[in-house]
């Protein structure tokens, strides 16, 4: 099968697996969006969607953030892991979001990864949930799976990146890299795959990851 047929098959499967692509972190907004992804680094989806309703009722917006302390802010958010690393990222770019943008998220590239704790991949998952920009941003396990499928050789995910924009069509990308998350999480987790109903790398797995399955 050719990369050109992959990826038709790829998007095919997977529109039918998902159709519908709900964000999976909980927010309002592009600030509270931004400090969901920030908090997401190492730790999972479902235990972000359990610490930020605590940490929005308290401050669900940068003018309010800084009123709280950094130790503070690192209490209830010390179950994500990172906390103090975390913690002192959302005060100084909440300070920084005020004094350089009025208190609104800046909806460019550029400007998101001068923020501390943003780099390239939470600065591509704002930029295309909050702002509907085309964006593919890549995670590990997006990583993982595309090249499991040979779309890229999978050197880094700045190459994945770059080699899947390059081959999904760009109306695609928003929803297509949530919908490889999903196809990760319910077929082929990282801890304990389920080799037998990952069919997509079945059909489509380079020798290596179909010497895996075996």
């Known amino acids: 099968m050719t990369k050109k047929e992959k990826v038709q098959y790829i998007i095919g499967e997977l529109e039918n697996l998902y159709p519908e692509t709900p964000i999976p972190l909980d927010h309002t907004d592009s600030y509270t ?10 730790c999972t989806d479902k235990r972000v969607n359990e610490i930020t309703p605590a940490l929005f009722r308290r401050a669900n917006n940068p003018y309010d953030m800084i009123k709280l302390e950094v130790e503070e802010i690192r209490e209830i958010i010390r179950p994500c892991g990172l906390s103090p690393r975390k913690s002192k990222a959302i005060y100084v770019l909440s ?3 005020i004094d350089k943008y009025n208190g609104e998220v800046p909806a460019s590239y550029e400007a998101l990864e001068e923020l ?3 780099g390239h991949k939470t600065a591509s998952v704002v930029m295309s949930q909050a702002f509907g920009f085309p964006a593919f941003p890549v995670d590990t ?5 595309l090249t499991r499928w040979g779309i890229t050789n999978g ?11 390059r081959l999904f069509p760009e109306e695609t990308w928003n929803k297509l890299h ?3 998350i999903f196809y990760g999480r319910e077929y082929s987790p990282a801890r304990s795959p389920k080799m037998d109903k990952d069919y997509i790398t079945r059909t489509i797995g380079t020798k290596k990851a179909m010497a895996e399955l075996k």
């Not at 969006?33 to 190492?42: D, H, P």
């Not at 396990?141 to 799976?145: T, Y």
């Open 155 to 165: 050197k880094n995910v700045e190459q994945t990146e770059k080699d899947a924009k």
């Open 141 to 145: 396990h997006i990583h993982r799976l």
């Open 95 to 97: 300070q920084m979001l």
């Open 116 to 118: 501390p704790g943003v």
């Open 178 to 180: 949530l919908q490889i």
């Open 33 to 42: 969006l931004l400090i969901a992804v920030l908090l997401s680094a190492q």
